[in-house]
């Protein structure tokens, strides 16, 4: 059964800082990895898509990689502002079917 | 920017009582599916399907819950007789068929509160 760990739990900086979030899966046997924002109480936005084939995905301010034979995928953020502040989740995507989601980084960047 | 849109955003029910919860997918994917959150916790699978059939359910998935497309655009959940532990965010998915470039895409939700 597929495990994923997000590391931190929690974070909290000050604009303008890069940061690294953290994902461990336990079955390397994936098809693609999906990065979501998730503000209080609402949806799952869709950031970035890795297939098991690639290394690494980026949009805008955003880099993901993917190692997946370590089971290990990090979320880069440059240059964070107050807007980013959500929690982030990883799920990686087993066969053609379902997602396993980690519990999450709660990120809160201050101005 | 196509939009699963997921009705109604709020729904209160009595235990025991059934709830019909509404999905309107992307108009060109065909695999559809539900997740939910408990409050505080992890996204949890619940189902998907394709071609009018379930192709996989996880083990929340028993016999009070059941999927249905019933007609060309909607997708829905309906929850048989609701318990206090069904409380909960639901959410629905889709994504393209075969070619799983775009990844999923979600809606924004109905949260569940059996009372």
């Known amino acids: 059964k597929q495990e994923v760990t997000q590391i931190p739990a929690a974070l909290s900086v000050p604009e303008g800082e890069n940061l690294v979030l953290n994902c461990s899966f336990t079955?390397?046997?994936?098809?693609?990895l999906q990065w979501f924002r998730q503000d209080p109480g609402k949806g799952l936005t869709s950031l970035l898509l890795?297939?098991?084939?690639?290394r690494e995905q980026t949009s805008g301010r955003l880099n993901a990689s993917l190692d997946k034979s370590s089971g290990r995928s990090t979320l880069y953020i440059a240059a964070s502002q107050p807007g980013d502040s959500a929690t982030y989740l990883c799920?990686?995507?087993?066969?053609?079917?379902?997602?396993?989601f980690g519990k999450g980084t709660m990120l809160l960047v201050s101005p | 920017e196509p939009e699963v849109t997921q009705t109604p955003s709020h729904q209160v029910t009595q235990m025991g009582q059934e709830v019909i919860l509404r999905c309107v997918p992307i108009?060109?994917?065909?695999?559809f599916y539900w997740y939910r959150q408990i409050l505080g916790q992890k996204v949890e699978f619940l189902v998907s399907?394709?071609?009018?059939?379930?192709?996989?359910k996880s083990e929340i998935f028993d016999d009070q819950f059941s999927v249905e497309r019933p007609d060309g655009s909607n997708f829905t959940l309906k929850i048989r007789s609701t318990k206090l532990e069904d409380s909960a965010m639901y959410f629905c998915?889709?994504?393209?068929?075969?070619?799983?470039?775009?990844?999923?895409?979600f809606g924004s939700g109905t949260r569940l509160t059996v009372v």
């Open positions: 890795i297939q098991s084939s690639q």
């Open positions: 998915a889709s994504s393209e068929p075969r070619v799983r470039s775009y990844g999923y895409t």
């Open positions: 399907f394709y071609n009018n059939e379930i192709s996989e």
């Open positions: 079955d390397s046997a994936i098809y693609n």
């Open positions: 799920a990686p995507e087993r066969g053609y079917s379902t997602l396993t």
């Open positions: 108009s060109n994917h065909l695999y």
